[in-house]
C-alpha cells in the first residue's frame, strides 16, 4: 500500500481522485493512495470525480433498468446497482455481499407519533442489510479500495456496527483480517457477538470510542494496516447510496427532508455529498433539507452549531471552535454517555463534512434525551420495524422538530433507522420489563424515568382458565 507523504498529485486526466477538504489546500491524490487525511495539511479527504469524462445516467429513471440485471453481483448489491455514481473502482473488482438491499416504508402508525399528515412519513429501515446495519453501504465501498490496493489487515474503532461489518466481510471474502478496537463496557453484546463469531482480532482498550479511535489510527499508520472508519473517503461514497435508495423508493421525487442520527457524522456527510453530485449532475432539481439529531449525552454536534455559530462558511469554517470544545471536555473529563451507544461519540471525525452537508441541504440540529430516543423506538417497533436505540434518534427528533413548527404537517419526511433492533436487545427488554430493577439498572441511570409506550408482559399461574382471563382481559 501507498502511505508516504511522497505521493503523487493527481493529474488533470485522472477521472477519479482524491481532494483535500481544505480549500485554502486542495492537494490531490490518486485512487490508489490509502490515506484518511491530507498530507500536506492533515485536513480530511474527498473521492471526487470529473463527471464530464465519466458516463453517467441522463437522468435517475434510467437506473431502474438494471433491475433487470439482478442475477449480475453487482446490480443485485444496492450499492453497486449505482456503481456510475461511485465509480472510483474497475465494475470487475468491486467487492459485494449483497448488501443494501433495503426498505423505505411508509409508516403512517409512526406518523401520528410524530405528528404528520398520514401518508407523509417514511422509515429508510438499513436494519436489513447482512450484518445488520447501514454501515454495509459503506464497508463494501472502503473493503472494495482496500482490496484494490492489496490490504491483508483493515482496522477499525468501534461501538458495535462498524465492527460487525468490517469483520463479516472479512469473514466472507477470507481476503483480509479484521482487527477491531474498542472501549471498555462500550459495546452491546448483539454487535460484540457478531465479531467475535466472524472471527476478528477484538482488542478492548481501556477508554471510551474517542479513545479507540484515536489508537486505532495511529495503529493503524504505525503497521500499514488499511483503516476503514468513517474518515476513510471511501466509505461515505458506499453510505452515498442510502439516498439513491430513498429516492427510487419515492419514484425519484426529492422528500422534503431526511432526519439522520449523529454519531460519527458519516451518514449526514454522504448523504449531503449524494445530494451536492446529483444537483450537479442535472439529475435533481432540488434538495431536501436535512436534520441531524444528537443524542443529549453525546451532543457536540448540537453545541457547536446551535450554541457556538460554528458553520461551514464557504469553506473556511472557523475548526478551532471545536478545538477549544474539546480541550473543554478533556479539562472536565465529560465522557459520552448514552444509551444509544452507537451514537455515543464526542470527538465525530467527519464534524466538517457534515458542516459541508448542513449548508448544502440547509440543515438544521437537534438534540434528544434518552427517554425521547426510547419512546421513539418503542412507536417504531409498535408500528412493525424495530430498531436499536440510535436509530431511533431520528424519530424522536423528527417529533421535536413538528413540536418546533420547524417541519410541517404536510411535509414529507424520511427518517433513516441505523440498525436492527435485534444490535442490542437490553435496551429493549429494560424497557418493556416488569422488573423494576432491571429498568433502573439498564436505563435508570442514563435519566429515563418512565416506559410510557411498555408492551410488558402479563405474569399468569400455569392454569388454562386462568390464562383465557388474561387473554380476554388485555386483547
Same mark, same amino acid.
Request: glycine fraction near 8%; charge should be neutral.
Given at each position: 500500500?501507498?502511505?508516504?507523504? *511522497?505521493?503523487?498529485?493527481?493529474?488533470?486526466?485522472? +477521472?477519479?481522485?482524491?481532494?483535500?477538504?481544505? $480549500?485554502?489546500?486542495?492537494?490531490?491524490?490518486?485512487?490508489?493512495?490509502? !490515506?484518511?487525511?491530507?498530507?500536506?495539511?492533515?485536513?480530511?479527504?474527498?473521492?471526487?470525480?470529473?463527471?464530464?469524462?465519466?458516463?453517467?445516467?441522463?437522468?435517475?429513471?434510467?437506473?431502474?433498468?438494471?433491475?433487470?440485471?439482478?442475477?449480475?453481483?453487482?446490480?443485485?448489491?444496492?450499492?453497486?446497482?449505482?456503481?456510475?455514481?461511485?465509480?472510483?473502482?474497475?465494475?470487475?473488482?468491486?467487492?459485494?455481499?449483497?448488501?443494501? /438491499?433495503?426498505?423505505?416504508?411508509?409508516?403512517?402508525?409512526?406518523? !401520528?407519533?410524530?405528528?404528520?399528515?398520514?401518508?407523509?412519513?417514511?422509515?429508510?429501515?438499513?436494519?436489513?442489510?447482512?450484518?445488520?446495519?447501514?454501515?454495509?453501504?459503506?464497508?463494501?465501498?472502503?473493503?472494495?479500495?482496500?482490496?484494490?490496493?492489496?490490504?491483508?489487515?483493515? &482496522?477499525?474503532?468501534?461501538?458495535?456496527?462498524?465492527?460487525?461489518?468490517? &469483520?463479516?466481510?472479512? &469473514?466472507?471474502?477470507?481476503?483480509?483480517?479484521?482487527?477491531?478496537?474498542?472501549?471498555?463496557?462500550? =459495546?452491546?453484546?448483539?454487535?460484540?457477538? /457478531?465479531?467475535?463469531?466472524?472471527?476478528?482480532?477484538?482488542?478492548?482498550?481501556?477508554? @471510551?470510542?474517542?479513545?479507540?479511535?484515536?489508537?486505532?489510527?495511529?495503529?493503524?499508520?504505525?503497521?500499514?494496516?488499511?483503516?476503514?472508519?468513517?474518515?476513510?473517503?471511501?466509505?461515505?461514497?458506499?453510505?452515498?447510496?442510502?439516498?439513491? !435508495?430513498?429516492?427510487?423508493?419515492?419514484?425519484?421525487?426529492?422528500?422534503?427532508? =431526511?432526519?439522520?442520527?449523529?454519531?460519527?457524522?458519516?451518514?449526514?456527510?454522504?448523504?449531503?455529498?449524494?445530494?451536492?453530485?446529483?444537483?450537479?449532475?442535472?439529475?435533481?432539481?432540488?434538495?431536501?433539507?436535512?436534520?441531524?439529531?444528537? &443524542?443529549?449525552?453525546?451532543?457536540?454536534?448540537?453545541?457547536?452549531?446551535?450554541?457556538?455559530?460554528?458553520?461551514?462558511?464557504?469553506?473556511?469554517?472557523?475548526?478551532?471552535?471545536?478545538?477549544?470544545?474539546? %480541550?473543554?471536555?478533556?479539562?472536565?473529563?465529560?465522557?459520552?454517555?448514552? =444509551?444509544?451507544?452507537?451514537?455515543?461519540?464526542?470527538?465525530?471525525?467527519?464534524?466538517?463534512?457534515?458542516?459541508?452537508?448542513?449548508?448544502?441541504?440547509?440543515?438544521?440540529?437537534?438534540?434528544?434525551?434518552? /427517554?425521547?430516543?426510547? %419512546?421513539?423506538? +418503542?412507536?417504531?417497533?409498535?408500528?412493525?420495524?424495530?430498531?436499536?436505540?440510535?436509530?431511533?434518534?431520528?424519530?424522536?427528533?423528527?417529533?421535536?422538530?413538528?413540536?418546533?413548527?420547524?417541519?410541517?404537517?404536510? %411535509?414529507?419526511?424520511?427518517? $433513516?433507522?441505523?440498525?436492527? *433492533?435485534?444490535?442490542?436487545?437490553?435496551?429493549?427488554?429494560?424497557?418493556?420489563?416488569?422488573?423494576? %430493577?432491571?429498568?433502573?439498572?439498564?436505563?435508570?441511570?442514563?435519566?429515563?424515568?418512565?416506559?410510557?409506550?411498555?408492551?410488558?408482559?402479563?405474569?399468569?399461574?400455569?392454569?388454562?382458565? @386462568?390464562?383465557?382471563?388474561?387473554? /380476554?382481559?388485555?386483547?
Amino acid at each position: 500500500m501507498t502511505t508516504t507523504a *511522497q505521493s503523487r498529485q493527481a493529474t488533470s486526466t485522472d +477521472a477519479c481522485y482524491q481532494r483535500c477538504l481544505n $480549500i485554502d489546500c486542495a492537494s490531490t491524490y490518486d485512487v490508489s493512495e490509502v !490515506r484518511t487525511k491530507c498530507g500536506v495539511c492533515g485536513d480530511l479527504l474527498d473521492v471526487v470525480y470529473d463527471w464530464s469524462r465519466i458516463k453517467t445516467p441522463s437522468r435517475l429513471l434510467d437506473l431502474e433498468s438494471l433491475w433487470s440485471k439482478r442475477h449480475e453481483p453487482l446490480r443485485f448489491s444496492g450499492v453497486w446497482r449505482f456503481h456510475e455514481l461511485l465509480p472510483f473502482a474497475p465494475a470487475n473488482r468491486v467487492i459485494t455481499v449483497g448488501e443494501g /438491499q433495503t426498505l423505505l416504508q411508509q409508516a403512517d402508525f409512526v406518523s !401520528r407519533y410524530v405528528g404528520l399528515r398520514p401518508g407523509q412519513l417514511y422509515l429508510q429501515y438499513e436494519g436489513m442489510n447482512p450484518s445488520g446495519s447501514f454501515k454495509d453501504n459503506g464497508m463494501c465501498a472502503a473493503f472494495t479500495h482496500a482490496h484494490m490496493v492489496g490490504a491483508k489487515r483493515a &482496522a477499525c474503532a468501534s461501538t458495535g456496527n462498524t465492527s460487525a461489518s468490517l &469483520a463479516m466481510y472479512c &469473514a466472507v471474502t477470507q481476503l483480509m483480517k479484521a482487527i477491531i478496537f474498542i472501549g471498555s463496557g462500550k =459495546i452491546s453484546y448483539g454487535k460484540l457477538s /457478531q465479531a467475535l463469531e466472524y472471527g476478528a482480532l477484538t482488542v478492548q482498550i481501556a477508554g @471510551d470510542f474517542d479513545d479507540a479511535m484515536a489508537r486505532v489510527q495511529e495503529i493503524s499508520k504505525e503497521l500499514g494496516i488499511y483503516l476503514v472508519n468513517s474518515v476513510n473517503p471511501f466509505r461515505l461514497e458506499g453510505q452515498k447510496t442510502v439516498m439513491f !435508495r430513498v429516492l427510487e423508493a419515492l419514484r425519484w421525487e426529492v422528500p422534503d427532508w =431526511i432526519v439522520v442520527p449523529g454519531g460519527n457524522l458519516g451518514n449526514s456527510s454522504a448523504f449531503g455529498k449524494a445530494f451536492m453530485e446529483l444537483k450537479e449532475l442535472g439529475l435533481i432539481t432540488r434538495v431536501p433539507r436535512l436534520a441531524v439529531i444528537n &443524542a443529549a449525552g453525546a451532543d457536540t454536534l448540537d453545541v457547536l452549531y446551535n450554541q457556538r455559530n460554528l458553520r461551514w462558511n464557504r469553506g473556511r469554517p472557523r475548526m478551532e471552535t471545536a478545538c477549544w470544545y474539546y %480541550d473543554e471536555l478533556d479539562k472536565g473529563k465529560i465522557k459520552a454517555d448514552t =444509551i444509544a451507544s452507537a451514537i455515543e461519540i464526542n470527538r465525530p471525525v467527519n464534524l466538517k463534512k457534515c458542516l459541508r452537508a448542513l449548508d448544502v441541504c440547509d440543515g438544521v440540529v437537534r438534540k434528544v434525551s434518552d /427517554q425521547e430516543i426510547l %419512546d421513539a423506538k +418503542a412507536q417504531v417497533g409498535a408500528g412493525g420495524i424495530g430498531c436499536e436505540p440510535a436509530s431511533a434518534a431520528s424519530v424522536a427528533g423528527a417529533k421535536l422538530l413538528r413540536q418546533q413548527g420547524v417541519i410541517g404537517y404536510e %411535509d414529507r419526511v424520511v427518517c $433513516i433507522l441505523t440498525g436492527h *433492533q435485534l444490535k442490542d436487545p437490553t435496551a429493549t427488554v429494560a424497557y418493556h420489563t416488569t422488573d423494576q %430493577d432491571t429498568f433502573e439498572e439498564v436505563l435508570g441511570s442514563r435519566g429515563v424515568t418512565r416506559a410510557s409506550y411498555a408492551n410488558r408482559a402479563i405474569a399468569v399461574p400455569n392454569k388454562v382458565e @386462568d390464562i383465557i382471563k388474561a387473554i /380476554q382481559l388485555y386483547s
